[in-house]
């Protein structure tokens, strides 16, 4: 049972590109969660997605970024527009149904370098 | 006032010593998890604590659920052990209700 994969591992994006960061849970897992991670600064909870809904996305930015967790494939973080600002690790974790964050498993990360 | 405070911030220790970290919440909580992040790695969950103590190798948790308090220890620390060390809850319920909330962490330094 592969753990929680997120990729891609480094992504650089140029100022005004798209960014898409993939999240694929463990095997049984239908809650995801994402955080971002600033340089020198803690972990920020983002968004909150079952397969198919967004439950609470209370911690995204208002503007260019969006989430998905469609019924089949991985969740992915869209950030449209990169600009420098939004250089940071982005870290996926997955959750069982029922547990909520009883249980809870990170990905690796991904590392957004915006130039 | 933050929800999670962390003590110390930072941490040197010398190979073999015993390390505490200190993990104090004011919201109540259904799981508390120490999370490890190496630098420029992955997060690696530790520990999750609802009550008592858990021990796996080296590293033992414990929490006090009235006093809303918990504990990370490392006995016989080993250089490989330097890390930030990340306390974070899981309220279940009320504002943070489904999410977890994070203190600052602890950077933690083994010197050989």
């Known amino acids: 049972n592969a753990g929680v994969m997120q990729n891609p591992r480094h992504l650089v994006r140029r100022r005004g590109q798209e960014a898409r960061l993939r999240c694929s849970p463990m095997?049984?897992?239908?809650?995801v969660y994402w955080y971002r991670q600033l340089p020198e600064e803690g972990l920020k909870f983002m968004v909150y997605?079952?397969?198919?809904?967004?439950?609470?996305e209370s911690g995204m930015p208002k503007e260019r970024f969006s989430a998905e967790f469609p019924k089949e494939g991985p969740s992915i973080l869209r950030i449209q527009q990169v600009v420098r600002g939004d250089s940071a690790a982005y870290f996926c974790?997955?959750?069982?149904?029922?547990?909520?964050?009883?249980?809870?498993?990170f990905g690796q990360g991904t590392r957004l370098t915006v130039v | 006032k933050n929800e999670v405070e962390q003590s110390p911030q930072n941490l040197t220790a010398q190979e073999g010593e015993f390390i505490t970290i200190n993990c104090s919440y004011s919201?109540?909580?259904?799981?508390l998890h120490w999370l490890q992040q190496h630098p420029g790695g992955g997060i690696v969950s530790l520990f999750m604590?609802?009550?008592g103590k858990k021990k796996h190798g080296r590293l033992i948790a414990t929490i006090n659920i009235q006093e809303k308090h918990s504990s990370l220890h490392i006995t016989a620390s080993h250089p490989r052990d330097s890390a930030v060390y990340i306390c974070?809850?899981?309220?279940?319920?009320?504002?943070?209700?489904?999410?977890?909330?994070f203190g600052a962490g602890t950077i933690l330094r083994v010197k050989s």
């Open positions: 974790a997955s959750s069982p149904p029922n547990r909520g964050l009883t249980e809870a498993f």
């Open positions: 095997k049984g897992h239908s809650h």
């Open positions: 997605l079952q397969k198919e809904n967004i439950i609470d």
């Open positions: 919201v109540g909580i259904s799981a």
């Open positions: 604590l609802s009550s």
């Open positions: 974070a809850v899981f309220p279940g319920i009320g504002e943070y209700g489904n999410k977890l909330v």
